[in-house]
């Protein structure tokens, strides 16, 4: 199964080539236009070492917006034989398009949903009222890592992701459903939280799944015409799929 979701355009490819500091890229442009050392921006928290590597092919989309800062967003890099969005911006609209969509939305039909809703300490992603009148709260990570076909997260620790696990084991212990939903952009067999990088992340997420938070990792390919696609569910791994991961 393959949907279009959205389209995320670019606008010129390069050559990245140093990563200052979490936030900032710097790329050799080499097509439409030849820019060396142009400054762009890095929307994405994790450490991102298997794709942002100098000498890797990457694209870029033009800045919007005043006030800018570098005139270049990072959108995809190459991983492999795939492009990999990098963009996290993106992901709640992609989510939300997959969660009223009732043949891909892990959920089923829903009746409403709203984003950004705070509950204890955090935000989490979304508030879902499903067909059937009861709510879950859905919490959307993305996965750009992933290793011998095996999707991990995080790629760096995570000190909000591991709080937002405890915010969905707590509204679990209330009674109300709760659920992670991670957006994999890379090709994978199974999904695993990545023990090796963040161990308390991952013993939460165990605990998570004990106490009854549903997991959904949906597979989404980016193509170089710009269109996100749906590719449907993969499961999380079992012990014997991820000794290491899991």
């Known amino acids: 199964m393959s949907v279009p979701i959205i389209r995320v355009p670019w606008d010129a490819e390069g050559i990245f080539v140093d990563r200052p500091n979490r936030f900032l890229g710097v790329v050799d442009i080499i ?10 921006h890095v929307r994405d928290p994790g450490r991102l070492k298997e794709l942002l590597y100098r000498g890797n092919r990457v694209l870029l989309k033009r800045a919007e917006g ?24 993106y992901h709640r609209e992609i989510s939300r ?3 009223e969509n009732a043949e891909m939305s892990p959920l089923g039909p829903i009746a409403s949903l709203r984003a950004e809703v705070s509950v204890g300490r955090s935000r989490l992603d979304f508030l879902v009222s499903k067909a059937d009148g009861r709510d879950v709260w859905v919490e ?11 999707a991990l997260f995080p790629d760096a620790p995570t000190e909000r992701g591991r709080r937002h696990l405890r915010e969905l084991i707590e509204i679990r ?10 957006l ?20 939460l997420f165990r605990e998570a799944v004990d106490a009854g938070v549903e997991v959904h990792a949906v597979r989404l390919r980016y193509g170089e015409d710009g269109l996100l696609r749906y590719a449907g569910r993969i499961p999380v791994c079992s012990a014997t799929s991820s000794p290491r991961a899991l």
């Open 66 to 89: 005043e006030g800018r800062r570098t005139k270049w967003d990072l959108i995809a890099a190459r991983g492999g034989d795939e492009w990999v969005l990098v963009h996290s911006g």
């Open 31 to 40: 097509h439409p236009d030849v820019l060396m050392g142009e400054r762009v």
């Open 97 to 99: 398009r997959i969660l």
């Open 184 to 203: 994999v952009f890379r090709e994978a067999e199974c999904f695993a939280p990545n023990a090796e990088t963040d161990p308390e992340f991952a013993s």
């Open 140 to 150: 959307v990570k993305g996965c750009t890592l992933a290793r011998s076909g095996v």
């Open 173 to 182: 212990d209330r009674g109300v459903d709760a659920a992670v939903m991670v």
